[in-house]
């Protein structure tokens, strides 16, 4: 019989666990826990679900997200077809998404070491859209933060500058990482 938690796990630790980033002795020991926690195992499964929904989602082109390198290989390995850009911090790339691409997946190369906290803003000046998304995931021992845009809303688009920038946020306050343009052109194929 299940008892109430007396030391319920984070959902942060409950997503390492899902994805399997722990030890194994800790795995062992989240692993015995849920067996006899209800709570536990409840927002687990909330956690899968809604990551599920979130995949879903994302693979539709119907939400933006950020991804560790890691996750993306990960992504990669279902089987969608990605569309990589990779932009330096100050540069610029061409770029359109063509009617077999499932997802665009921008490549933002930034000095992250030693940053904690990462802000995105988003901006297309034509269309007067500014968006500023604060701390997003990242991997901190990589040189670069991933970004997928909605591809549903990319494959709308006819032509169109849009810049990204990335800030490290401290006590402190922020410092500019890079700013990268996108020239997005419409791509022959969709109508």
């Given at each position: 019989?299940?008892?109430?938690?007396?030391?319920?796990?984070?959902?942060?630790?409950?997503?390492?666990?899902?994805?399997?980033?722990?030890?194994?002795?800790?795995?062992?020991?989240?692993?015995?826990?849920?067996?006899?926690?209800?709570?536990?195992?409840?927002?687990?499964?909330?956690?899968?679900?809604?990551?599920?929904?979130?995949?879903?989602?994302?693979?539709?082109?119907?939400?933006?997200?950020?991804?560790?390198?890691?996750?993306?290989?990960?992504?990669?390995?279902?089987?969608?077809?990605?569309?990589?850009?990779?932009?330096?911090?100050?540069?610029?790339?061409?770029?359109?998404?063509?009617?077999?691409?499932?997802?665009?997946?921008?490549?933002?190369?930034?000095?992250?070491?030693?940053?904690?906290?990462?802000?995105?803003?988003?901006?297309?000046?034509?269309?007067?859209?500014?968006?500023?998304?604060?701390?997003?995931?990242?991997?901190?021992?990589?040189?670069?933060?991933?970004?997928?845009?909605?591809?549903?809303?990319?494959?709308?688009m006819h032509q169109a500058?849009?810049?990204?920038?990335?800030?490290?946020?401290?006590?402190?306050?922020?410092?500019?990482?890079?700013?990268?343009?996108?020239?997005?052109?419409?791509?022959?194929?969709?109508?």
């Amino acid at each position: 019989m299940r008892s109430a938690c007396k030391q319920p796990f984070s959902a942060a630790q409950l997503i390492e666990y899902w994805f399997d980033e722990l030890g194994d002795e800790r795995a062992v020991a989240v692993e015995e826990h849920l067996f006899s926690c209800a709570s536990c195992t409840a927002q687990l499964e909330h956690i899968v679900s809604l990551g599920a929904a979130t995949r879903e989602l994302m693979r539709q082109g119907k939400v933006a997200v950020t991804l560790t390198p890691d996750s993306l290989d990960r992504l990669r390995a279902t089987g969608l077809r990605l569309r990589d850009y990779h932009v330096d911090p100050g540069g610029s790339v061409n770029c359109t998404i063509a009617p077999e691409d499932d997802l665009v997946v921008s490549h933002l190369r930034a000095p992250l070491a030693g940053v904690r906290n990462l802000d995105l803003v988003l901006d297309d000046a034509a269309v007067e859209w500014h968006v500023r998304v604060p701390d997003i995931g990242f991997d901190p021992t990589s040189d670069e933060v991933v970004v997928i845009l909605k591809a549903e809303e990319l494959r709308k688009m006819h032509q169109a500058t849009q810049s990204m920038r990335l800030f490290a946020i401290d006590e402190t306050g922020e410092r500019l990482l890079g700013e990268y343009v996108f020239h997005h052109t419409r791509h022959p194929g969709l109508k």
